[in-house]
RNA sequence: GCCGCGUUGGUCAAGGGGUUAAGACGCCUCCCUUUCACGGAGGAAUCACGGGUUCGAAUCCCGUACGUGGUACCA
């Protein structure tokens, strides 16, 4: 019989969420649907000096707003609470300790200074690696070398101390990655990583795999920049000889700079005129307000479906998917290998897309939202939903409605009359005249109407309809874009496009 | 420096011994549209380099280059 499926987001509550967190919550959470499985959300508040305030909230929210809730949590608990890593922060010490019983760890009480010096002398030395080893923990105040009742001493007394993993060299570290296949590192280049910290808190290396263990974690999904460590937290596994229970690994591979090098940053956001965030950031210490995904105008169906892609493909031609579909589609093992430079023209796509595909009335409340925002208030709902779905197909971000459709709502500040002027003249007005007497009279205010009176007029003054189209356009838009002329002025009602046509017909 | 992981158009990518090397974004041209879009039809543009293995290499092997991550009492 197979364990159920569990696997975990961990982040650390530091600050805004950024895309590739977003991602690896993703592929997390479509792995555990799939397998019908556990999503857990543990927050990993281990560094007390990074700890922002209102950070772990923020996630959540962002979850939400995405729609990858937790099945477990600090905000909802479940049966292996806590969540936190600093309310388990007695737990960690305990394996620590038995760690140094079996042998396997050692207490350090070398001053950073001390381990300074150590640095600067294998630099000096010529050594390759500024590691705290096998080849420099002889030489250092640790318990290995003291005696025990001078560590035992040191400990009494109150000497900081940090508790390190003892790895033991010439030891080939190998194993399977569900993306990469077999991975192998040699204990030789792996150091003495800290465990538990002078304040008593686990490092990350511990803290997972103590909860990943105790949390019953089937499968750990993080990013490429961990593959390094893992064999440290192989060699935790098995020396507190819980290796059978070890989740399979897989690591993702980063989110790049769209144009230099290196992982993607909040910076690269400010920088190129993107988010990288998921929701609105606003930083407690230094008071920046970092805009997210959300806020920016698009949907979440979006959101996760260019994250779903970017790093992952089923091998077929699609490109959109919706949650349900990615969630029978995906396959960890379909993961590519390499980081991915991220494309926000793309990203729009989507968005573009989904806009496009999905129902108004499934967003209209967002779009209301930032009309509101913008000082528009709506209350026609009917003619609310009628002009978002007659201008869907030119938005490509949700705040992209505001423009194109405040003209059905009010009218236009300016109007293009420079586009109409150079080829104005006598017959035109008097067309127009008469079209504002002739759509007053209409009874059935209906396209069809509109548009054969329209002709019906032209014709009697011996012009083209060509020649009228774009002049009426920006009479009732103010300027060149937008739905069909007659579409909109169906909408906007016979008295508003009567007075649109003579303000403007007054300006000429 | 050392260790790990990578490398198919500008970007995202399919393909994993024999293909005209898919598709998407972006760009360009045309059609549709009496506006702007949508939509449709086309176009330019790619297997990092060098050696092997093989009848045959984008595909397998080895080097090199480049990219990227790690090298913290950060995660």
Not at 442 to 466: S, V
Request: charged share 30%.
């Amino acid at each position: 019989m197979s364990k159920k499926v569990r696997v975990r987001f961990a982040p650390s509550p530091t600050g805004g969420l950024h895309l590739g967190g977003v991602r690896t919550v993703l592929y997390n959470y479509l792995f555990a649907k799939q397998h019908g499985g556990d999503f857990i959300l543990r927050v990993e508040d281990t560094d007390r000096s990074r700890y922002v305030e209102g950070a772990e909230e923020y996630i959540v929210d962002c979850l939400k707003w995405c729609g990858l809730n937790p099945d477990e949590g600090p905000h909802i608990g479940g049966d292996y609470a806590p969540y936190r890593q600093s309310e388990r922060k007695n737990l960690y010490k305990e394996y620590a300790e038995e760690l140094v019983k079996s042998g396997h760890a050692y207490y350090a009480f070398d001053t950073p200074e001390e381990i300074e010096a150590m640095r600067e002398k294998q630099k000096a030395d010529g050594k390759h690696t500024l590691h705290y080893d096998h080849h420099v923990r002889e030489h250092m105040r640790n318990s290995i070398n003291l005696m025990p009742d001078e560590t035992q001493h040191l400990i009494n007394e109150g000497t900081p101390y940090v508790i390190r993993i003892k790895v033991e060299p010439n030891e080939i570290i190998c194993f399977e990655d569900m993306i990469r296949g077999s991975v192998e590192f040699d204990t030789e280049n792996v150091d003495d990583k800290v465990l538990l910290k002078a304040d008593g808190m686990p490092t990350y290396h511990l803290a997972v795999v103590v909860d990943d263990y105790l949390m019953k974690v089937t499968h750990a999904f993080r990013g490429e920049e961990w593959l390094p460590s893992a064999p440290v937290h192989i060699l935790l596994w098995k020396y507190l000889e819980w290796a059978d229970n070890m989740p399979k690994w897989a690591h993702l591979p980063l989110i790049l700079k769209p144009d230099g090098n290196g992982k993607l940053s909040k910076r690269d956001g400010d920088r190129l005129g993107f988010p990288v965030f998921a929701m609105n950031w606003a930083d407690p210490k230094t008071g920046d307000l970092i805009k997210g995904f959300k806020e920016l105008g698009f949907l979440p169906e979006a959101f996760l479906n260019l994250l779903a892609v970017l790093g992952w493909n089923d091998g077929t031609e699609q490109e959109i998917y919706t949650l349900d579909e990615l969630i029978e589609k995906f396959s960890i093992e379909k993961v590519h290998h390499s980081g991915a430079k991220f494309d926000y023209e793309k990203a729009k796509w989507f968005n573009h897309e989904w806009i496009k595909r999905l129902p108004v009335t499934s967003y209209q409340l967002q779009v209301r939202k930032i009309f509101e925002e913008k000082g528009l208030i709506i209350s026609d709902d009917e003619k609310f939903v009628k002009v978002l779905e007659l201008v869907k197909d030119r938005c490509t971000l949700l705040t992209d409605f505001y423009e194109q459709a405040l003209f059905f709502f009010v009218a236009p500040e300016k109007v293009n009359v420079e586009s109409i002027k150079p080829k104005w003249n006598d017959e035109k007005k008097d067309f127009f005249i008469e079209l504002i007497k002739k759509w007053s009279e209409i009874k059935d205010w209906q396209h069809n109407n509109l548009e054969n009176i329209f002709k019906e007029t032209a014709a009697t003054h011996h012009l083209k309809p060509g020649e009228l189209m774009l002049p009426l356009r920006i009479m009732l838009v103010g300027d060149k874009f937008g739905p069909g002329v007659f579409d909109i002025a169906t909408v906007i009602e016979k008295e508003e496009s009567v007075k649109r046509i003579l303000h403007t017909v007054s300006l000429l």
